[in-house]
């Protein structure tokens, strides 16, 4: 059964630019979180996915966004980059409901320039 | 809102040797999850162990167990017999279940783990 599959898994941008990340679950995960991991802030929830709807969202700027699509793959977006976006981003997926483990992905490696 | 606190950044152990990494979480919620999860150098998220709040008895995984004081909000993690393979950074994790609002992990510090051979 494959993982969570992240891409890509290294990107470098410039600082006023925008990023998408993708992350496909694990076949029949429909709930897909990801999370900002930074040295100084440590892991950070962004949001989560289910049902292609948004169902928790973290503190963060409207600069991020995500969307799932039908097939419960996710994209984040970062709209006008800036340096402090620099970060470790992370995908899980789970089953819905209580008990659903989180599994994670190798994470993308965003570093804004 | 729900807090974890890891209050060792690092630790050692002796290959085969056994260590505890300490964890305490606050919430006024009465069930909710803890995991620890093992980041190694590669940066993958692994879970290690889980527990649920409403099971009185301490979860185990082959060398990894946990000791869980529900009234002390206390949830360290023993690693017996470590191996070279078990150096990586450990994060205590919460989580609650929201119903339709969905779920969220709340993650401690980290604690470094070092297994000198």
């Known amino acids: 059964k494959a993982g969570v599959t992240q891409t890509p898994r290294y990107l470098i941008k410039t600082r006023g630019q925008q990023v998408t990340l993708s992350c496909s679950p694990i076949s029949g995960h429909r709930s897909v979180s990801w999370y900002q991991q930074t040295p100084g802030q440590g892991l950070q929830f962004l949001f989560e996915y289910f049902s292609e709807t948004q169902r928790n969202k973290g503190n963060f700027p409207g600069r991020f966004s995500g969307r799932q699509f039908s097939n419960s793959r996710s994209e984040m977006n970062v709209s006008t980059l800036e340096l402090g976006d620099s970060a470790l981003y992370l995908c899980a997926s789970s089953l819905w409901g209580r008990g659903g483990e989180a599994f994670f992905g190798q994470g993308t490696r965003l570093t804004v320039v | 809102a729900q807090t974890v606190t890891q209050s060792q950044p690092e630790m050692s152990v002796q290959e085969a040797e056994t260590v505890t990494l300490s964890c305490t979480y606050d919430t006024s919620e009465s069930d909710y999850y803890l995991f620890w999860y093992k980041q190694p150098p590669s940066r993958q998220m692994i879970l290690v162990i889980r527990?649920?709040?409403?099971?009185?008895q301490n979860a185990t995984e082959n060398r990894f167990s946990v000791n869980f004081q529900k009234a002390a909000k206390s949830f360290s993690l023993k690693i017996s017999d470590s191996q070279l393979g078990d150096a990586a950074m450990y994060f205590c994790a919460y989580r609650s279940f929201e119903g339709t609002s969905g779920s969220r992990l709340t993650f401690g510090e980290g604690t470094q783990l070092t297994v000198n051979p």
């Open positions: 527990q649920e709040a409403y099971k009185q």
